[in-house]
């Protein structure tokens, strides 16, 4: 089974420090997502990645940025948290695009608040 | 840009009703999938239809394709207490390489 890890369930960060999210996944998937939950408002796309070094903004990119330095791992990263980023963070990973078969595999999510 | 919307937001039903859930979206999708996500969860998978079906089983849950209308529904039957979650749609758009999510339908089965 597929495997996609969230280094944190649950966050606590004051406005303004920088937060480091962590995804992990163990099937060598290349595509990787970040979205943001929000109640009313669903999933929403922050940024995504099709392979080591890559990225693509989504639908709300600003002030996130991402990283992905090794291909397992894609890192999200709030430079400077603030309120309005109190939210629950998932992490999805794909093999190579196939819109004809592939799903995406969901980590458990990190609930972040920030005071 | 394209969303999936979900209706009715919230769903309230008895155990053993059948429960219906649909989607609406706007432009062309190679596919459609459902999603569940119990409180507090992360998203597990339920079924993927492509544009070329028009409807898909799985156990209890049937999905039908309305490319015509751009709209899907999920029928959960024989409900039971266990089937409380949300519900999303996810589109993947022509040429867009990317699920977009509905809002979700809150779905509540009472004992």
């Known amino acids: 089974d597929v495997k996609v890890t969230q280094s944190s369930r649950y966050l606590v960060k004051r406005t303004g420090e920088k937060v480091f999210l962590e995804c992990v996944q163990d099937m060598d998937h290349e595509n990787m997502f970040w979205y943001r939950q929000d109640p009313g408002l669903g999933l929403r796309l922050i940024y995504f990645?099709?392979?080591?070094?890559?990225?693509e903004k989504g639908d709300i990119p600003e002030g996130y940025s991402v990283s992905r330095e090794k291909k397992e791992r894609f890192s999200l990263i709030l430079e400077s948290a603030s309120t309005n980023q109190t939210s629950m963070y998932l992490c999805?990973?794909?093999?190579?695009?196939?819109?004809?078969?592939?799903?995406?595999?969901f980590g458990p999510g990190t609930r972040l608040t920030v005071l | 840009s394209q969303q999936g919307e979900e209706d009715p937001q919230a769903l309230s039903i008895q155990e053993g009703e059948n429960a219906t859930m649909n989607c609406s979206y706007k432009t062309s999708i190679n596919n459609l999938q459902w999603y569940r996500q119990n409180s507090g969860r992360g998203l597990v998978h339920l079924i993927l239809i492509r544009s070329n079906e028009r409807e898909k089983h799985s156990g209890r849950l049937r999905v039908t394709l309305d490319t015509s209308k751009k709209s899907s529904s999920l029928l959960i039957t024989a409900s039971r207490a266990a089937d409380t979650a949300s519900y999303f749609c996810?589109?993947?758009?022509?040429?867009?390489?990317?699920?977009?999510f509905g809002q979700g339908t809150r779905l509540t089965i009472n004992p």
């Open positions: 996810a589109t993947d758009a022509v040429g867009a390489q990317k699920l977009v």
């Open positions: 999805a990973s794909i093999p190579l695009w196939d819109p004809s078969t592939d799903t995406q595999y």
């Open positions: 990645s099709y392979d080591v070094k890559m990225k």
